[in-house]
Each structure stands twice: as structure tokens, then as C-alpha cells.
């Protein structure tokens, strides 16, 4: 039915999000994180099949399965832009627009990888191979794989 007044849902926003990191698993603030397709519990980021692209984990984390409550890693989810970050592959202005791919939870590149899609683009370039990246968020990485 249509709507002939105001409502209010209840929201959250959805920029950060808990997931349960996978067993002894030990991840850093500003590692790049993945969900495990095929276990449900987030994972250092990896040119591995099965892994989505969650985003960047906000604090240092240890998986730890068997705790009660399992340890959550903090991440967000929303699609940041990574200032002066260096990209192999990178070398000029016309990079800008360049797909970027990622082969661990710090290494970033223009070369697509094996398993997984690229992460997000180079979105400002400075010199050499340094230059911002604008990273999908958790949706878009969806989009990209499922297109």
C-alpha cells in the first residue's frame, strides 16, 4: 500500500560492519578484508576464490572461533578513498580511472589477479606510483562480480 504519512524505520548505517574473523587469523588496522564465501567468516584479503571484498578492518583483531562471543573484526564496508597509497603498475596521470586489484591484505596493483576482481580505481595520481584509490564498498564489490 501506498504511503499517505510519514514512516520511520528503524536503520543503522551501514558504513561498518562486525564480522566474525576466521580462526587465528590475525589482522591489523588498515588490512584489506574479505568474507570466505564458503565459511562465512572474514579473512585477510587474498587472491583466493570464494573470497568478496568487505573492506578495510578499523583495529587490530585474532580469530578466535571457539570464544563466546567469536571475535568480530570491525570494517568498513563503505567504500573509502585511500589517500598516497602506492600501486604497482602506476606510473603516470593517465592511470587515473585504472582498475586496481589486490594480491594480500596490503599489496595493491593494476595487474588483474587469478581469482578475484579488482577492488576498486585510481581515482588521483601524484607521482610515480603513488596515488589515492577509491575502494568499492561491499555492494559495489558485489556488483562488479555479479555482472
Request: net charge negative; proline share 1%; aromatic share 8%.
Amino acid at each position: 500500500m501506498a504511503l499517505s504519512a510519514d514512516v520511520f524505520y528503524e536503520t543503522t548505517v551501514t558504513d561498518v560492519n562486525a564480522f566474525p574473523l576466521t580462526n587465528a587469523v590475525t589482522c591489523y588496522a588498515g588490512s584489506l578484508i574479505g568474507l570466505d564465501d564458503s565459511t562465512g567468516y572474514a579473512v585477510l584479503w587474498a587472491d583466493t576464490a570464494n573470497y568478496i571484498f568487505a573492506g578495510i578492518a578499523l583495529k587490530e583483531a585474532t580469530g578466535d572461533t571457539s570464544a563466546s562471543p567469536v571475535v568480530n573484526v570491525n570494517v568498513n564496508c563503505g567504500g573509502m578513498i585511500l589517500k598516497k597509497v602506492s600501486v604497482t603498475g602506476v606510473s603516470a596521470i593517465t592511470n587515473v580511472g585504472d582498475k586496481v586489484y589486490a594480491t594480500d591484505d596490503n599489496t595493491l596493483t593494476t595487474s588483474a589477479t587469478s581469482n578475484v576482481q579488482e577492488i576498486g580505481i585510481i581515482c588521483d595520481w601524484y607521482s610515480s606510483t603513488t596515488c589515492d584509490v577509491q575502494l568499492y564498498s561491499l555492494a559495489e564489490y558485489q556488483g562488479v562480480t555479479n555482472s
